[in-house]
C-alpha cells in the first residue's frame, strides 16, 4: 500500500529518522527545530566537546538527489548566524560543527533506506556575529 505524504510531514519523518540515528550513535540531543527570527537548525545535538548544529534533508529514494546539495551558501549562512545565536544565549563554550545528514527513504512503504552523516559538511569563515 502507498502512503500518502505531504512535504512538512515527510521531512518531519527525516528529522526523526536522523535524530534516533544520532541517538543510537551516542549523541545527546539538545533540541529539535529550533527557530529564531534569523532562521532554523533542525538537530541541535552535542558529543563529547563538540555541539553539532545538523541540517536534515529527506529524499525519495534517487541516487541523483543528493540532500546535501541543497544546502547552498546562502542556507548555510543562515544556520551559522541561529547557531550563532544559540551559542550566545546559551553561554555555551562548546566547540560548534555543522553537520548535514541525508536520510533517504522510501515514499511509498514510509521505510527508511538509508542514513549518511556528512560531518563537517561546512564551516564558519568569518567571526561570529555579536547579538
Excluded: C, W
Aim: charge should be positive; glycine fraction near 4%; hydrophobic fraction near 35%.
Amino acid at each position: 500500500m502507498t502512503k500518502s505524504y505531504s512535504h512538512r510531514q515527510f521531512g518531519a519523518l527525516g528529522e526523526k529518522r536522523a535524530a534516533d540515528y544520532l541517538k543510537k550513535s551516542k549523541y545527546k540531543i539538545l533540541e529539535k527545530n529550533y527557530k529564531t527570527k534569523l532562521g532554523e537548525i533542525d538537530i541541535i545535538a552535542q558529543k563529547g566537546d563538540a555541539i553539532v548544529f545538523v541540517e536534515v534533508k529527506t529524499r525519495s529514494a534517487d541516487p541523483f538527489l543528493r540532500g546535501q546539495y541543497a544546502v547552498d551558501k546562502r542556507k548555510q549562512f543562515h544556520i551559522m548566524r541561529t547557531a550563532a545565536y544559540y551559542l550566545d544565549k546559551k553561554k555555551s563554550l562548546l566547540q560548534p560543527r555543522f553537520d548535514i545528514i541525508e536520510v533517504e527513504i522510501d515514499r511509498a512503504a514510509g521505510k527508511l533506506v538509508s542514513v549518511n552523516h556528512i560531518k563537517a559538511a561546512f564551516s564558519q569563515t568569518e567571526p561570529y556575529a555579536r547579538f
